[in-house]
C-alpha cells in the first residue's frame, strides 16, 4: 500500500490509482447514492481529513509503548468507526516480508480492507483498519493527538 506520512491531508479521491471502479467522484464532491460510506463517515463531511497510521517498510515510523487503552479502543473502532471507502487490499509490509516465499503466506499475513475515521478538533483522523495490528505488534505509536482522539471517542 502506499505511503503516507502521519497528519497529512487525506487525498483518497485524487490518488485512486484503479480505473473502471466507476467511482469518479472528484474532490470536494459529496458521495451520491450507491456510495457505501456508513452513517460515520457521512457525520465527517466538512472537516478535513488527515493521514494516521499509513505505514510503509522503508519509511522510519514512531516508535513507543502504547497508551493504556489505545489497543482495545482502536479493536473497538473496526466497529463503530469503521468505514468502507478504502485506498484497497492491503498487506502488512513488515509480516508480508517475512512471511514471504512461505506456502500460504497471503492467507496468514495481517490485512485490512476498511478504513476508521476518529473526529478530532477541527479534523477527521483516517487510519487504515491495519492501524490496530502497527500499534500492537510494530510498536508504532500514533501521533498524541490521535491517540487523544481514539480514547475520548471510545468512552
Ligand atoms: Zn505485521
New binding site residues.
Given amino acids: 500500500m502506499t505511503y503516507y506520512a502521519d497528519l497529512t491531508p487525506y487525498t483518497y479521491d485524487t490518488d485512486r490509482s484503479s480505473p473502471g471502479t466507476g467511482q469518479t467522484a472528484g474532490p470536494g464532491e459529496t458521495a451520491g447514492p450507491g456510495e457505501t460510506d456508513g452513517p460515520a463517515s457521512r457525520a465527517f463531511r466538512g472537516l478535513p481529513q488527515v493521514n494516521v497510521g499509513w505505514l510503509a517498510r522503508v519509511r522510519p515510523y514512531a516508535k513507543g509503548d502504547a497508551p493504556p487503552g489505545l489497543v482495545d479502543a482502536l479493536k473497538g473502532m473496526r466497529h463503530t468507526h469503521r468505514v468502507e471507502q478504502t485506498r484497497g487490499y492491503h498487506f502488512?509490509?513488515?509480516?508480508?516480508a517475512?512471511l514471504l516465499g512461505l506456502v500460504g503466506a497471503r492467507d496468514n499475513?495481517?490485512r485490512g480492507s476498511a478504513e476508521i475515521r476518529v473526529i478530532g478538533e477541527g479534523v477527521v483522523y483516517a487510519a487504515p483498519e491495519?492501524i490496530t495490528?502497527?500499534v500492537e505488534?510494530?510498536g508504532y505509536a500514533p501521533p498524541a493527538e490521535f491517540v487523544r482522539a481514539v480514547l475520548a471517542s471510545s468512552g
Fill in positions: 502488512c509490509p513488515w509480516c508480508a517475512r499475513c495481517p491495519l495490528h502497527y505488534a510494530h
